[in-house]
């Protein structure tokens, strides 16, 4: 069975700071990775999507990679900012989706 | 604009009364699902639909009903509901299972008390 793995849990950062966020996974026959950001009580924002034969994908300061052979795929910010405080969630979608229980950022002004 | 729909947005009711939160896309998916998202248990999976007519369970699937009768509709139904159900509930649409490139779209969201 799937299982998605964040850590850390929370993690607080300095304004300015570049951060790598960490999703690991199980079962590495999957057909994508998803990123996501929340905010408290609202719902989610998709990032990037990782198809299972790319490696990387860009957007602005983010940055996501994927290594399926060895389970695990992070989530790069760059030059953070106040506004990227947020609960960031990473699913896998194989047959099903599973969704890791998320990392959530502080960034610090 | 591309968009998820979910109606009711906040919704407080009593054990036992049946309700029906709506879910509806724009984007012509094949593929529907529902979630409930809890404290220290994160996102998981209530039902999800393949096409119009094919659901299956999710992880979670006590206690809820769902239907596909047009492509753009996903209702979720409680028929009895009970205070373990209190929760936030999200619906998401994406392309078919299979494609790699099938980005999910999530609802708003609904955030459902049972007292």
């Known amino acids: 069975k799937q299982e998605v793995t964040q850590i850390p849990a929370a993690l607080s950062v300095p304004e300015g700071e570049n951060l790598v966020l960490n999703c690991s996974f199980t079962?590495?026959?999957?057909?994508?990775l998803q990123w996501f950001r929340q905010d408290p009580g609202k719902g989610l924002t998709s990032l990037l999507l990782?198809?299972?034969?790319?490696r990387e994908q860009t957007s602005g300061r983010l940055n996501a990679s994927l290594d399926k052979s060895s389970g695990r795929s992070t989530l790069y910010i760059a030059a953070s900012q106040p506004g990227d405080s947020a609960t960031y969630l990473c699913a896998v979608r194989d047959d099903k989706i599973i969704f890791g229980k998320g990392t959530r950022l502080h960034i610090l002004p | 604009e591309a968009q998820v729909t979910q109606n009711p947005r906040y919704l407080i009711t009593v054990t036992g009364k049946k309700l029906t939160v709506t879910c509806s896309q724009n984007m012509n998916h094949e593929y529907m699902s529902w979630y409930r998202q809890d404290p220290g248990l994160g996102l998981r999976q209530i039902y999800y639909s393949m096409n119009v007519e094919v659901t299956d369970k999710g992880d979670v699937p006590e206690g809820y009903k769902v239907s596909r009768k047009e492509k753009r509709n996903f209702p979720l139904i409680l028929e009895s509901p009970s205070p373990n159900q209190t929760s936030l509930y999200f619906c998401?649409?994406?392309?078919?299972?299979?494609?790699?490139?099938?980005?999910?779209?999530f609802g708003p969201g609904t955030r459902l008390t049972v007292l």
């Open positions: 998401a649409s994406s392309l078919p299972t299979g494609l790699s490139y099938n980005e999910q779209f």
């Open positions: 990782i198809q299972s034969s790319q």
């Open positions: 079962d590495s026959a999957i057909y994508n």
